[in-house]
């Protein structure tokens, strides 16, 4: 049996938890807050993050989201994620790294430190000009995926990929934070109602962060 080492609010576990659960893989939940440095989770990962996967039965520990999910793209053939013509899997991958790279850096890191890190365990306020600035960087990327879905079915392309997967990753984290400002993303928001009213996303909208609480709407597919 698989187990991912993760904690609720892990974008990055999230985005594999969406492709396992595309492709129908099971697993059991960890729970690891990265920021207590664990000994036995530093002995897996020397890099402290999360996500850590690993399956006894099977000797294996995979580290890193993307090096995981191209692990199960590899070895699961239900619902291929990254998949078409190598252009296809080039836009795929460009935009899977820009939401973890770009999206991340921008918008989710800063909240998850504003909102999450500071009240869990620094014990400090939030500082308020951090937050505007990431709410700010949110709009502007909502609107490049609002332009994005405006020429396209779904973000990279005609079919649901692993870059829709990662970015609704990485935005429901936001969402869940109260980062996002869904007025004026008409296109995002639809797309992303249809992705929260999938099998695979509904555990996660279930799930809660000790102390931190989300907005009404989170968990709710008809947000708007
Ligand atoms: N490139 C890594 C990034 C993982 C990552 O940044 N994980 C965060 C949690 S969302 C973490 O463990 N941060 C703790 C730290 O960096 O010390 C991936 O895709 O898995």
Not at 39 to 65: C, H, K, Y
Not at 98 to 105: A, C, L, S, T, V
Not at 205 to 211: H, I, K, P, S
Request: hydrophobic share 40%.
């Amino acid at each position: 049996m698989w187990l991912m080492f993760q904690f609720p609010l892990c974008p990055f576990s999230r985005k594999i938890r969406l492709l396992l659960g595309e492709k129908g893989v099971g697993y059991e939940l960890v729970r690891e807050s990265p920021w207590q440095r664990r000994d036995e989770f530093i002995d897996m990962n020397p890099a402290g993050q999360t996500p850590v996967m690993a399956d006894d039965s099977r000797n294996l520990v995979l580290i890193d989201s993307q090096a995981i999910c191209e692990y199960f793209e590899e070895t699961e053939e239900k619902s291929p994620m990254i998949s078409g013509t190598a252009q296809n899997r080039a836009e795929i991958r460009r935009l899977t790294t820009w939401f973890d790279q770009q999206f991340y850096g921008d918008v989710v890191a800063p909240l998850m430190n504003e909102k999450m890190r500071k009240r869990l365990v620094d014990r400090t306020s939030p500082d308020a000009k951090m937050l505007r600035e990431a709410m700010k960087n949110a709009v502007s990327h909502l609107d490049y995926t609002d332009y994005l879905l405006d020429h396209r079915n779904w973000l990279a392309g005609a079919t649901l990929s692993l870059a829709d997967l990662t970015a609704a990753a990485h935005i429901s984290v936001a969402d869940y934070l109260g980062g996002i400002d869904w007025r004026g993303h008409d296109l995002t928001s639809r797309w992303y109602a249809g992705l929260k009213s999938r099998p695979s996303f509904r555990p996660l909208l279930g799930e809660r962060m000790e102390v931190i609480v989300p907005p009404a709407h989170y968990d709710k597919v008809d947000f708007l």
